[in-house]
């Protein structure tokens, strides 16, 4: 029989799993659930208290879930699932994972980017899972790396145009000076006509870029200003809400 010590104790850990951000599961060799936390409800978007004995397969909507068992099917997609994989060999090697990221589909929400880290516990021989959804993280991090890239190149595009508009203006020069000249053929005169009409192409491409890097700039003040009026509003709107409605009120805005 536990002591009081020993629930008191128990009930904390409890807790803190319970308001732990990742989705915790513990999944038996059936990987069938027997415990789960709140964030775990969160993500499966079913009520904690009926997410026990459940397949973490079907709670999860996977979207090759075997519908005649509503647990993991054998096709050769959930034979190379990671989810699985990870659960399996925990149970098998008892070894443990952490950060590892695969993609999942749902059959709801499509393909998502999981963190999965797993634990095994030899004393209830079952497995910990935390799952963190990592997709947005990624989506805003390949939108960084996206617009790094692009300036990048945008900044070395505007060396360059830099670097050869001396250039041009000296050719051009020299180019007034030829057609001024009267001794010229008409050949020639058309020859020097058509370099003009290639200098300026080079002109406007260089004029073309330099407007882009301006519209860029313009781009990222409006955006900063819409990031800022926007955590203003959000700010304003929380002072004025009363006391017992802020949740209710977040989840309408979200929305």
Known sequence: MKTDFEMTLQAGIEAVIDNLPSSIFLVDREKNIVLANRSASILTRIPKDKLVGRSSAHVLRCKYLDKGTGGCAESGVCRSCMLRSVIDDSFISRTEYSDVETEFHFADRGPRILRLSTR????????????????????????????????????????????????????????????????????????????????????????????????????????????????????????????????????????
């Open 120 to 255: 095994y516990f030899p004393e209830s021989d079952t497995v910990m899972v935390a799952i963190n959804d990592m997709t947005a993280a990624r989506r805003v991090e390949a939108q960084r790396i996206e617009n790094r890239t692009l300036k990048a190149a945008l900044e070395t595009s505007l060396a360059v145009c830099h670097e050869i508009s001396q250039p041009l203006q000296v050719i051009s020069g020299y180019l007034e000076m030829l057609m001024f000249d009267g001794g010229l053929r008409d050949s020639s005169f058309h020859c020097l006509q058509e370099i003009r009409k290639q200098i300026q192409r080079l002109r406007d491409i260089s004029t073309g870029l330099q407007n882009l890097r301006t519209l860029r700039i313009d781009d990222q003040n409006r955006l900063d200003s819409a990031r800022d009026g926007k955590a203003l509003s959000s700010a304003g709107m929380e002072r004025l809400r009363p006391e017992g409605a802020i949740h209710e009120k977040t989840n309408t805005v979200r929305g």
